[in-house]
């Protein structure tokens, strides 16, 4: 039986007076990696329907390697509580548009909530572990709480200047849920497991983030 991951998008597509989105890189990139290691790939998203890419993310982009990846976002179903039972995994790229409506998600709340009770894989990249602050264990512990986690830093966030566009700074976040957060310097590749939870620092950590979830499901 081949792995089942659980891949979830933002459907979010504005900050500010700007279009954002998904970006590409930490979808699709992963994406090729669990599909190339024969995982059976679901893609939901919070609303359902199409995905917004943020434009920023396609600069540059060889469109074909990312072509399956990107036919999955065209019409996505939408996200709800049974999705908690039917996988192995959980994956949650980022693109700023998550920092929206992830933490809104009741969906999503109960998805990541019941999978890290019943120790399924915990996958996140740059701002989509927003998706991680909202869940909780039995007794309403965060999720974080006591994990070694990374996230797009505060710092990353200043150099983009939208620090009063998002709802939140998330790593002042994540360290105020209780988790122990590590991070490298702005822009490098970092990512970080404790236990079933994987987490990376930005859209230069994806590779690496899907290659840890990777190594853990392959030990399952």
């Not at 996958?123 to 006591?146: E, F, M, N, Q, R």
């Not at 790593?171 to 990376?200: C, I, M, S």
Request: charged share 25%; with cysteine; net charge negative.
């Amino acid at each position: 039986m081949s792995k089942r991951i659980l891949i979830v998008v933002t459907n979010h597509q504005n900050i500010g007076n700007n279009k954002t989105g998904l970006w590409l890189e930490e979808f699709a990139v992963p994406f090729n990696e669990f599909r190339d290691n024969g995982y059976d790939i679901t893609v939901k998203s919070i609303k359902g329907g199409s995905v917004p890419l943020d434009p920023n993310s396609l600069e540059g982009v060889e469109k074909e390697t990312y072509k399956e990846a990107l036919s999955m976002l065209e019409n996505t179903a939408e996200l709800t509580p049974d999705d908690a039972v039917s996988y192995d995994a959980i994956y949650l790229p980022g693109g700023h548009g998550t920092v929206f409506d992830f933490p809104k998600s009741d969906a999503l709340k109960e998805v990541v909530s019941q999978m890290a009770q019943t120790n399924k894989v915990i996958g996140s990249v740059c701002h989509g572990p927003a998706g991680l602050t909202t869940a909780t264990l039995k007794d309403g512990t965060s999720i974080v709480k006591g994990k070694t986690v990374t996230a797009f830093t505060d710092e990353e966030e200043e150099e983009m200047k939208l620090t009063k566009e998002v709802p939140f700074l998330l790593e002042t976040k994540l360290r105020e849920l209780g988790a122990e957060f590590q991070r490298a310097g702005k822009w490098e590749d970092f990512a970080v497991t404790d236990g079933n939870l994987v987490t990376g620092q930005n859209p230069q950590s994806s590779r690496s983030v899907a290659l840890r979830m990777i190594d853990v499901l392959d030990k399952q």
